[in-house]
């Protein structure tokens, strides 16, 4: 079956470590993907898209690999801030590159202690 | 800013109230838009896509005429929750993204927290 999966515990860390969060998938064969953050009660803000041509992409404090040998993505943050405390979903185009809907995984709570 | 506006933020009302929700992209015309739905730590699911000027494209097991899209305008889709009960509470989020290549991100709406009583 078609699986999308994040760090299913919660992540926590000192401010000014780099958090490093988990994104794998099954059975899909996606030509980018994308990483949201969400916080409570609010709708998912785009961070970043990598295309599955791509190894790594960053912006800021912000870095994403995409290893579509390992079927797998992962997301860094560097100097990590309280503020940086949210939610954070992958998602995927299921039907390459058409269309634009997103499957998501279910997300990765993130919790920076200062 | 917000490029995508969600109208309300939060309804309570009774069950068997049908209730319209209302997605609006403020600076791009989207002829698709995307309704999800949260439950409680869990992610996003999709519901469905909705299609200016044509019918919208439901995913498996959501009921169509539980959940009616409209897509009237390229500015606007509204999701009616019809003859809604509590197991219909829930955050509902629209999405959309601009003109071009399929696979620029999406923005989303802030969310609609939905309870049924």
């Known amino acids: 079956s078609q699986k999308i999966e994040q760090n299913s515990e919660a992540l926590n860390i000192q401010e000014g470590k780099t958090a490093t969060l988990t994104c794998n998938y099954t059975?899909?064969?996606?030509?980018?993907l994308q990483w949201y953050r969400q916080d409570p009660g609010r709708g998912p803000v785009f961070l970043l898209l990598i295309r599955e041509n791509e190894k790594e992409k960053r912006k800021e404090r912000l870095k994403v690999t995409f290893d579509t040998t390992l079927k797998q993505s992962l997301f860094h943050i560097t100097a990590s801030q309280p503020a940086d405390s949210a939610t954070y979903l992958c998602a995927l185009d299921p039907s390459y590159n058409q269309g634009g809907k997103l499957i998501f995984g279910q997300g990765t709570e993130l919790s920076v202690k200062p | 800013g917000a490029v995508v506006s969600q109208h309300p933020s939060r309804v309570i009302c009774k069950s068997g109230t049908s209730v319209k929700i209302e997605c609006r992209s403020l600076d791009f015309q989207a002829t698709t838009m995307f309704w999800y739905r949260q439950f409680p730590k869990q992610s996003l699911m999709l519901m469905a896509t909705?299609?200016?000027?044509?019918?919208?494209?439901?995913e498996q097991g959501v009921e169509k005429d539980k959940f009616l899209i409209n897509h009237a305008s390229l500015t606007l889709s509204t999701l009616t929750v019809t003859s809604a009960h509590p197991e219909d509470s829930s955050f509902y989020i629209c999405?959309?993204?601009?003109?071009?290549?399929?696979?620029?991100?999406?923005?989303f709406g802030d969310g609609t927290r939905l309870s049924i009583l």
């Open positions: 909705s299609n200016e000027g044509s019918k919208a494209t439901y």
């Open positions: 059975n899909y064969s996606p030509a980018y």
């Open positions: 999405s959309a993204s601009r003109p071009g290549f399929s696979n620029q991100p999406q923005h």
